[in-house]
């Protein structure tokens, strides 16, 4: 099993430009998560899902939407990017039956906003 | 409100001395605690539960409900344990989890 992967790993944007990453899992998880991982700032949700074709909003949603049209794929996509928006971000997922207590994590994609 | 905090950015201490990694939590009712553990170039991982009551690789961590903390700790501290620590609570509805800033560790000899 590949666990969680994320693509791409590093990307470069400018201000105004959009995006999708893409996060995948073969794990049959029910629940997915992004984050974002900031200097100081520690780990922020920015929306989760539940199960496929759920959403939801967590700490840190502004510019940022998410689809889960696939349970084993939760997109997050930033429509127009802004340099506040470079970060580290985390896709993870947890068991389908023991909720949200042991989530597994991507391997992060570095994102530049210039 | 549900809130985690965890006051040290930075922790630095030698090999062998104990270690403490201080976390508070707010919250009403039970809390679900959590420690998880990001490793130089490695994913952020489960480290232990607090229902668990395990010590995994040397760190326990006890749940002091009058104190609202939930502080990991180690008697001995190794080079290998040097790393970001975070804690965490699980939210009221049980659908994610509420992290705090995080603690760098290092351990050096």
């Known amino acids: 099993n590949a666990g969680v992967t994320q693509t791409p790993k590093f990307r470069v944007l400018k201000t105004g430009q959009s995006m999708t990453l893409l996060c995948a899992q073969d794990?049959?998880?029910?629940?997915m998560y992004w984050y974002r991982q900031d200097p100081g700032m520690g780990l922020r949700l920015i929306h989760y899902s539940v199960g496929e074709g759920t959403t939801a909003k967590g700490e840190v949603p502004d510019g940022y939407n998410v689809s889960r049209l696939k349970k084993q794929n939760f997109l997050l996509g930033l429509e127009s990017a802004a340099p506040s928006q470079t970060s580290v971000y985390f896709c993870a997922s947890s068991y389908p039956n023991t909720g949200a207590e042991e989530q597994f994590f991507g391997p992060g994609t570095r994102l530049t906003v210039l | 409100a549900q809130r985690v905090t965890q006051p040290e950015k930075l922790l630095s201490v030698f090999k062998g001395a104990p270690v403490e990694l201080k976390c508070n939590y707010s919250y009403s009712g039970s809390p679900e605690l959590f420690w998880y553990v990001q490793y130089s170039r490695q994913r952020l991982q489960l480290l232990l539960r607090h229902i668990s009551r395990e010590s995994i690789k040397g760190f326990t961590a006890d749940l002091n409900k009058g104190e609202t903390s939930f502080h990991l700790k180690k008697p001995f501290a190794q080079e290998e344990d040097s790393a970001m620590y975070y804690c965490a609570l699980l939210n009221q509805a049980g659908t994610a989890l509420i992290f705090g800033k995080g603690t760098t560790l290092s351990v050096s000899s």
């Open positions: 794990m049959n998880h029910e629940y």
